[in-house]
């Protein structure tokens, strides 16, 4: 059992929904879960009630989920409601999103409409940089912005589609259709790339699998109310994962 016990230190990043302080072990950091939320790259603004706790415990069941399926990850334990420990590593600035079913800003792009199931799972990556509106780059985009070495990404996406292969099944039998995702990486202090940030709600579409209702971000996106209990039913279906441990 991880040692809970750490002292909060100084805040070393704030962002849109957490915030990430030192503590007083050196390569441990605390992530806090704020209820803010935001969308097209901060132009939209408010708060779901009770988001912060609720995206805590669901990174924390994700994270754990996607460890047993053998994807190394920063998490180490949840310490309260809003806060997670987790393993100090420097974020690689791509967004590596993983789609299965054509929806948001592809749906936009390619003019194919939304809902429409991917004969295979596409990657893509976007380069972190608000002021730019993080822009879907190529993979040689991103080695000559510097983001990462060419090998470095060609491990980022394989685990990102190893961590979609390891979820999609596991959501369905909760009724839950993984739609897209977003993860974000980052190489710990031996440089082993390991996955980070968080795996939520705001960071994943999921429909209902037999009605097709949205329980995701696109609810405060999209203006259409219940986000909250949007949420608390994907908290509801996916529950406190834990290791099953043998003997
Ligand atoms: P998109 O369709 O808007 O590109 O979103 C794809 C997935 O990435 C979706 O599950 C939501 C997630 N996402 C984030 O987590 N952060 C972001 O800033 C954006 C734009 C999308």
Request: net charge negative; hydrophobic share 40%.
């Amino acid at each position: 059992m991880a040692d809970k016990n750490v002292t909060r230190g100084e805040m070393l990043y704030e962002g849109k929904a957490k915030q990430v302080f030192a503590t007083d072990k050196k390569d441990l950091v605390l992530v806090h879960f704020k209820d803010d939320a935001t969308a097209f790259n901060g132009e939209k603004k408010g708060q779901i009630e009770d988001k912060g706790i609720i995206n805590n415990k669901l990174s924390a069941s994700f994270f754990r989920f996607v460890e047993s399926a053998g994807i190394p990850t920063h998490f180490v334990t949840r310490v309260n409601d809003r806060d997670m420990l987790c393993r100090k590593v420097t974020i690689i600035p791509l967004e590596v999103i993983v789609r299965n079913v054509v929806a948001g800003s592809l749906a936009k792009r390619t003019g194919q409409a939304e809902g429409t199931e991917l004969p295979e799972p596409i990657v893509e990556l976007t380069y972190k940089d608000d002021a730019q509106g993080d822009p879907l780059v190529t993979k040689e985009q991103a080695i000559s912005m510097g983001a990462a070495k060419a090998e470095e990404i060609d491990q980022i996406c394989a685990m990102a589609l190893q961590v979609n292969d390891a979820l999609y099944p596991w959501l369905l039998e909760k009724k839950l259709r993984l739609i897209d995702f977003k993860l974000e990486f980052g190489r710990n202090e031996e440089g082993h790339i390991v996955l980070a940030d968080e795996m939520s709600p705001d960071t994943c579409r999921f429909w209902d699998s037999e009605t097709g209702e949205k329980l995701d971000k696109d609810r405060f996106r999209r203006d259409m109310g219940g986000e909250k209990e949007a949420y608390v039913e994907v908290w509801n279906r996916v529950g406190d994962f834990h290791f099953a441990v043998p003997g």
